[in-house]
Every structure is written in C-alpha cells, then in structure tokens.
C-alpha cells in the first residue's frame, strides 16, 4: 500500500489548490478523484473544453486550467476515475479504480467532495426530462450537449449562469420560473453593505441578468404551486406566477435553489455536523484551517459550507499550509504568514454571500412539499409518508428508514436526507440539530465483490 | 418536433453501441449519459418500486437515476465513456414503456 503525507477527495478547485499548496511545501499528495479529467464540477474537464467552449462558459470557468495545471508535480499523484467508498482511521482508503479495488495510506485526509444540489422535491420531479441546473451545466461543459427546449426553475445565481451561457451558445431557455419574490429582496437589502465588498459578485450577476433579458426570455418571479406535467417523460411546467396560471411546455426542465455540502464522506468518518440557519443545511464543524472534530480529517471548500469556487481555492490552500506545519514542512510563522493573504481573500469572497441567501431562498413549496410529492426519488417515499412515520412517533431519519427504506436506496440519501430531516423536525415541532440526519457507514459508494476480490 | 438535445460539436468519430436491442452511433470517449441523451434516448431505466421511468437527473455521480445495465452490471451511465462492444440494456427489462 503507497502511504502518503496528506490525501485530498476531489479535484475541484478546494482539492487541486490544496494539493498544489501542500507539494510545494514538500508534502506528498495524492488526489482521488471520479471523474476521468480534473476540475470538480465548476472546472469539469476544463483542459480539453476550454479551447472547445471557452467563449460560451466564461472566464469563471476557463481560468480552472491554471489548478489543473498545478496537479503537474512530481510530488502529487492524480487519481482520476478513482471511487472512494471507504475511509478508515488513521488512515487507510479504499476505492475503485477502471474495474478494480486499491487502497493507499495516509497521514492526514483533506475532504474537498464540494457540493450537491439542494433536493428541490416538486410533483413530477421524478420525470425523465428533470435534471438539476447542475447537471445541465455539465452537459454543456463535458459534453457541448444543450437543451433545446428547457424551462429552467427556482433561484439563484447557477440558474441565471446555465440561462446566460445558454443564451451565448445561441440556444436560450423556453422560459425561467422564478421562485425569489420581493420580499425576499428587501429582506436581503439589510444585507447590501456586505454585499458591496463582495460587488463582482454583484457586478456579474447584473451582467447575467441583461443577457438574459436581451435575449428575450420570460422571466415568471414569485411562481407557486410549480409542477411538472408528463406521462412518462416531462412535458410541461404549470405554476402560477402573479396571480395568472400558466402552463409551459417544454422537454426539459432544470431544477435549482441553492447547493448544499456534500457531507458524505464526512459523516463516515463521524465529523459532527451542525444546522446553518442562513444556508439552511447542515454543515460539518470545522476551525478556520478546515479541520474538523476528528483528529486528522481536514475539510475544505463547499464541502465545508457553501462559498464557491475562489473561497474554495484558498480555503484549501490554508488546509494545506496547516498540515504542512503539523507534518514539521513549515513553522507556525511561515504557515501564518502565507495564510494572511489567503484568509483575507476568502473573507472578501464570501462577503457577499448573506445577501445572495436572502435574495434566493430555498423555495418554500419544496421545503415543506404536498403530501403526495415523492422525497425519496429511490424508494419512492413521499412527503406525506415521512409524515405519517412522524405521527406514530418517528423522531429522526434513521428511524425513517425501518418505517419505509427513505434512505436506503443507491444514493444512500444524497437526494432526500436534507428534506427527510427539515420535514421531520417540522412534523414533530423539533429543531434539525434535534432532528438529526442519516448515519453514514461505508460502503459510501457502491462496490462490487468482483472489485473486493481484486484487493491485494 | 426538435430533438430534446443538441450537441454543439459534431466532429467526433462515432462507434456503435447497443442500447436496449438497438444500435446507436454516439461519440467515442463521450460521457454515455450526455451521448444516449442525445441520441433521443428519454428513459434510462425503470424503478424496481413502481415501474417508474427514468432518466438522468445530477449527471455527477450522486443520485443513480441513469442506471444502465452494461454487460450485465448495473452502472451509473454519467460515470462511464462511450467505448465500442458493450451491450447496454435497461436494468429492469419487462417493465412497460421500453420505447426510446
């Protein structure tokens, strides 16, 4: 088994900076990540695409390739395509590779696994045609593939991304159905003093919106009672929107109010999590370096709590400054000395994020969904079942999961967890901490027994 | 009536694989999702509880909505590149609606 001095899990921008970061200060590193090329999500695939699509995606996306240029250094190994499904003390991973299973060693572990989209649970969800903004991203990114005929729902800056790099590639959306209202504005307004520290944030969101508009797209704000209508594949929107139904159709719908930290692997390994009210998710608990209750696991970027990609970057570069001096690579002097620029970077990068969790909230509708809307997108439990388990006295989701398998499908609730706990904790009059979440036990991704066989 | 999927660039050489009975011609290297998406496939596969169709939904590896059955192991379509060879089927064969 290869022991290195620090493991990172991804290769997005907290991942690929922190591994730059840590060989340089003469750590060895080793970075697994799933996907064949690195970039996480925001950079995917960036060193083939951005020649390809540049134009189209912006330079928000095409600078990733000086982080994945990074990644060429002897002392880093890259590995790519690589499923980590198991994490154990001190610390051995395990994981899948191109059909087989392999493990390395390490000293420290840094969880840079990003984000998720916040589950957006709405009727028709579950229709082939409904994807997550996200995903409509990285089928534009990866593949160049582009919805011709998509309604895009909910808040929040990725969706007015996805429809201003839609508009670029010549292929703007149907229509988008906005879920913000005006109060939500003006609560977000006590808020614009940050904000304008953080104003190109601001700035490009501005930029956004009048690509948007100059394309003529409709744009429906303050939509309620949003479904998705289909047979066996999605067919139309219907919402109301100013006191007017409407009815859309459309092939595709993408899906977005807000992305919540990928907490995984994180919760394997038994890093406490707490509720952040103003993200409405849960969040592990880590220091300002990223780490975590649990000695050696270190967590940075939005794995850590929503703050982007540039919070990301140098909140992994800290992570990699404090291992490095835990390892004896660099006194606390140096260690702080080059962390000084970074804290301050991040600080100002996340400036403006108390406005934009104001200006778009997570969509009420999907917070607290009908009765009949299925939850559990594997096991199909609904809304209205998590309740029912409430009311014979189900207290937390892993009860949930002996009442009716939420939970228990292939995704291990990735899709469904934030919304078992918040329905849970409002049926029983609980807080989400009280409430609590799923327990995370390896296997955290799929493996096969022809796999486990290959172990040496 | 358009395609639900257009792919900005064509120049990628195509190799034919089987999905459900038929063969498709998708680019080779692709990420299989994004290729039987646009190749007009809508359903992937249909849930064991229900019947229920689906498709693609996170195209990152976290929701397993896109399992495929590739030479006869489940798989997540969005984690795979098209390669020519593998037969590639619905997981839950039998199930009503297995049009493309």
């Given at each position: 088994m290869r022991h290195y001095d620090l493991a990172i899990l991804g290769a997005g921008p907290a991942g690929m900076a922190a591994a730059a970061t840590a060989a340089e200060a003469g750590l060895s590193v080793c970075v697994l990540d799933e996907q064949p090329h690195a970039g996480g999500q925001i950079y995917r695939d960036v060193e083939r695409v951005a020649a390809l699509r540049g134009d189209i995606l912006g330079?928000?996306?095409?600078?990733?390739?000086?982080?994945?240029?990074?990644?060429?250094?002897?002392?880093?190994?890259?590995?790519?395509?690589?499923?980590?499904?198991?994490?154990?003390?001190?610390?051995?991973?395990?994981?899948?590779?191109?059909?087989?299973?392999?493990?390395?060693?390490?000293?420290?572990?840094?969880?840079?696994?990003?984000?998720?989209?916040?589950?957006?649970?709405?009727?028709?969800?579950?229709?082939?045609?409904?994807?997550?903004?996200?995903?409509?991203?990285?089928?534009?990114?990866?593949?160049?593939?582009?919805?011709?005929?998509?309604?895009?729902?909910?808040?929040?800056?990725?969706?007015?991304?996805?429809?201003?790099?839609?508009?670029?590639?010549?292929?703007?959306?149907?229509?988008?159905?906005?879920?913000?209202?005006?109060?939500?504005?003006?609560?977000?307004?006590?808020?614009?003093?940050?904000?304008?520290?953080g104003w190109r944030y601001l700035l490009k969101g501005a930029r956004m919106l009048a690509e948007i508009t100059s394309a003529r797209v409709p744009r429906h704000t303050g939509a309620t009672g949003i479904a998705i209508a289909g047979e066996s594949r999605t067919e139309a929107v219907t919402f109301t929107s100013k006191g007017r139904a409407h009815r859309i159709p459309c092939d595709t719908v993408f899906l977005h109010h807000g992305v919540v930290p990928n907490t995984q692997?994180?919760?394997?390994?038994?890093?406490?999590?707490?509720?952040?009210?103003?993200?409405?998710?849960?969040?592990?608990?880590?220091?300002?370096?990223?780490?975590?209750?649990?000695?050696?696991?270190?967590?940075?970027?939005?794995?850590?709590?929503?703050?982007?990609?540039?919070?990301?970057?140098?909140?992994?570069?800290?992570?990699?400054?404090?291992?490095?001096?835990?390892?004896?690579?660099?006194?606390?002097?140096?260690?702080?000395?080059?962390?000084?620029?970074?804290?301050?970077?991040?600080?100002?990068?996340?400036?403006?994020?108390?406005?934009?969790?104001?200006?778009?909230?997570?969509h009420a509708a999907a917070v607290a969904p009908d009765d009949a809307t299925v939850i559990c997108r594997c096991e199909e439990v609904t809304a209205g079942d998590i309740r029912r388990y409430a009311a014979l006295g189900c207290l937390g989701p892993n009860q949930a999961k002996a009442f009716g398998r939420a939970g228990m499908g292939p995704c291990q609730g990735r899709y469904c967890g934030l919304s078992v706990s918040v329905i849970l904790a409002q049926a029983n009059g609980l807080t989400p901490d009280a409430t609590g979440y799923y327990r995370i036990r390896p296997p955290i991704k799929p493996v096969t027994l022809g796999e486990l066989a290959s172990l040496e | 009536m358009k395609p639900a999927f257009l792919e900005l660039t064509q120049g990628a050489r195509r190799v034919p694989v089987r999905f459900a009975g038929e063969t498709l011609m998708l680019p080779e290297g692709a990420n299989l999702a994004a290729a039987l998406l646009a190749a007009g496939v809508t359903v992937f596969r249909h849930t064991p509880v229900s019947g229920a169709p689906r498709g693609p939904f996170c195209m990152m590896g976290a929701c397993f909505d896109c399992l495929v059955e590739v030479d006869g192991s489940v798989r997540q379509a969005c984690m795979i590149e098209v390669a020519e060879g593998p037969e590639i089927a619905r997981p839950h064969v039998g199930e009503p609606d297995e049009t493309l």
């Open positions: 330079k928000d996306y095409t600078r990733g390739a000086t982080l994945t240029a990074g990644l060429r250094h002897a002392a880093i190994t890259h590995l790519s395509g690589a499923v980590v499904w198991a994490i154990e003390h001190a610390f051995r991973i395990s994981f899948t590779q191109g059909g087989a299973a392999a493990q390395i060693a390490a000293e420290r572990v840094l969880l840079a696994t990003g984000a998720l989209e916040r589950p957006m649970p709405l009727p028709g969800w579950t229709l082939p045609g409904v994807m997550t903004a996200g995903a409509g991203q990285i089928l534009l990114k990866q593949s160049g593939v582009l919805a011709q005929s998509a309604v895009l729902v909910g808040s929040g800056p990725l969706l007015y991304l996805i429809a201003a790099q839609m508009v670029r590639a010549g292929v703007p959306p149907v229509a988008m159905v906005e879920t913000q209202t005006l109060d939500d504005l003006i609560r977000a307004a006590r808020h614009l003093g940050g904000a304008l520290r692997a994180a919760r394997s390994l038994g890093v406490s999590h707490i509720w952040d009210r103003a993200q409405s998710c849960f969040v592990p608990s880590v220091d300002d370096w990223g780490q975590s209750d649990v000695a050696g696991v270190f967590i940075a970027g939005d794995s850590a709590g929503i703050g982007g990609a540039n919070v990301a970057e140098s909140a992994g570069r800290m992570t990699a400054l404090k291992v490095a001096e835990e390892l004896g690579r660099l006194s606390a002097t140096e260690r702080d000395r080059q962390a000084a620029p970074l804290r301050s970077a991040r600080n100002k990068d996340l400036a403006a994020r108390p406005f934009l969790d104001r200006a778009y909230p997570p | -």
